[in-house]
T-cell receptor, first 113, second 113 residues
Framework: NAGVTQTPKFRILKIGQSMTLQCTQD?????MYWYRQDPGMGLKLIYY???????DKGEVPNGYNVSRSTTEDFPLRLELAAPSQTSVYFC????????????FGPGTRLTVL | AQTVTQSQPEMSVQEAETVTLSCTYD???????LFWYKQPPSRQMILVIR??????QNATENRFSVNFQKAAKSFSLKISDSQLGDAAMYFC??????????FGTGTRLTIIP
């Protein structure tokens, strides 16, 4: 199993551009999450999904959108990129939302100039 | 809202020695889970150890153990026989009834050969 994969690994955007961060998991997990990690900080939840077709906001959802059309994929869309969105983005998945371990992808480092 | 505090931004330990990383949290819930995640330079988040609040026995995973003090809302991580591969950022995290994982700001652990 590949686990959780994310593409791209690095990206530089100009202010106002848009992009989609891809996330795929092959563990048949129902729950998937998007986090951002700013320098010197812990991870903050952007959006999460409890299954295909169901998504909900986390702590910092402004400026982002998500969709979940399949169990495997959970893309994160950035519209009108801003310098405040410069961060490392992690996708994660878990079997349940409660006590089960969240498995993380390798992250995407995004810089907005 | 739940908060997780790691008061040690950086720690260092001699190889083969023991080190303890501190974590405190604030919650009004009685049932919850606590985690320690490791983030090496590769950025990959890896679960180190997990503790359920209802279990009085402290969790142990090989060289890693916790000291869980529920009344004091304290959840420290002890690493015994430190190895060079233990060098990483360590994040304490909490999940409770709102089902969203809350991370602390992390402790950077350096292993001195």
């Amino acid at each position: 199993n590949a686990g959780v994969t994310q593409t791209p690994k690095f990206r530089i955007l100009k202010i106002g551009q848009s992009m989609t961060l891809q996330c795929t998991q092959d563990m048949n997990h129902n729950y998937m999450y998007w986090y951002r990690q700013d320098p010197g900080m812990g991870l903050k939840l952007i959006y999460y999904s409890v299954g295909a077709g169901i998504t909900d906001k986390g702590e910092v959802p402004n400026g982002y959108n998500v969709s979940r059309s399949t169990t495997e994929d959970f893309p994160l869309r950035l519209e009108l990129a801003a310098p405040s969105q410069t961060s490392v983005y992690f996708c994660a998945s878990s079997y349940s939302i409660w006590y089960n371990e969240q498995f993380f992808g390798p992250g995407t480092r995004l810089t907005v100039l | 809202a739940q908060t997780v505090t790691q008061s040690q931004p950086e720690m260092s330990v001699q190889e083969a020695e023991t080190v303890t990383l501190s974590c405190t949290y604030d919650t009004s819930e009685s049932d919850y889970y606590l985690f320690w995640y490791k983030q090496p330079p590769s950025r990959q988040m890896i679960l180190v150890i997990r503790q359920e609040a209802y279990k009085q026995q402290n969790a142990t995973e090989n060289r890693f153990s916790v000291n869980f003090q529920k009344a004091a809302k304290s959840f420290s991580l002890k690493i015994s026989d430190s190895q060079l591969g233990d060098a990483a950022m360590y994040f304490c995290a909490y999940i409770g009834g709102n089902e969203k994982l809350t991370f602390g700001t992390g402790t950077r652990l350096t292993i001195i050969p």
